[in-house]
């Protein structure tokens, strides 16, 4: 069964305090790699598609980068406003199913 | 930005009735789908659809949920018999492929009394 494990389960910065967060999976052939926002009673907000080892993609103070095994999520010098619950999301490229596995999230505060 | 609507926002019914979950997907995607997440828990997916059918489902998505395209714009979520544990939010989603990311409502919190 594929199964994705992101980690910390919550993280605490203090503002301009860059940090890291990891999402490990095991699929049958990765197909994509999607890491999404999430802000508390809303729907998931998409920031990234991975699609093969070695791929890196950023927007604002986020950086995406992707290895046959995890991804990382590198957060530099965040501000209060970064503060959500970060989804990993993994598809596989085997199976013929198409739909992409959550994991439970990390859920980041910074404080000012 | 193309933005994918729910309604209602919050719904409140009683045990056994039936509830009807509304969203209006983004104008040029193909791909629908509907996911649950119970309060502290994860994203769960329920159903997806394409081209007027049902293309795959979770094994949560049993006889008490269908789903609708009733017209060229709307994609409904029913569930028939509602229970305590059918207490969640409820999101749907878009997308244009099956390769890119999805496009999420803000979701319908769903309390099942």
């Known amino acids: 069964e594929d199964q994705v494990t ?20 095991t699929v049958s052939g990765l ?8 802000d508390p009673g809303k729907g998931p907000e998409f920031l990234f598609t991975l699609y093969s080892a070695g791929e890196e993609k950023e927007k604002e103070r986020l950086k995406a980068t992707l290895t046959k095994k995890e991804s ?3 957060i530099t010098a965040p501000k209060p406003e970064d503060s959500a619950t970060y989804l990993c999301a993994v598809q596989a490229a085997a199976g013929g199913s198409y739909i992409p596995t959550f994991g439970r999230g990390t859920s980041l505060i910074v404080h000012p | 930005e193309p933005e994918v609507t729910q ?23 193909l791909y629908f789908y509907w996911y649950r997440q119970i309060l502290g828990q994860k994203v ?11 293309s795959e489902k979770s094994e949560i998505f049993d006889d008490q949920f269908s ?19 059918d ?3 409820y999101f749907c989603a878009s997308s244009e492929t099956t390769a890119y990311g999805y496009t999420f409502g803000s979701g319908t919190r769903l309390t099942v009394v």
């Open chain 2, 67 to 85: 789903v609708e395209r009733p017209d060229g714009s709307n994609f409904t979520l029913k569930i028939r018999s509602t229970k305590l544990e």
């Open chain 2, 44 to 54: 769960e997916f329920l159903v997806s659809f394409y081209n007027n059918e049902i």
């Open chain 2, 7 to 29: 309604t209602p926002s919050h719904q409140v019914t009683q045990m056994g009735q039936e509830v009807i979950l509304r969203c209006v997907p983004i104008s040029n995607h």
């Open chain 1, 6 to 25: 992101q980690s910390p389960e919550a993280l605490r910065l203090q503002e301009g305090e860059s940090s890291s967060l990891n999402c490990s999976y």
């Open chain 2, 87 to 89: 207490s969640a939010m």
């Open chain 1, 31 to 38: 197909r994509g790699l999607f890491w999404y926002r999430q």
């Open chain 1, 72 to 74: 990382f999520l590198h």
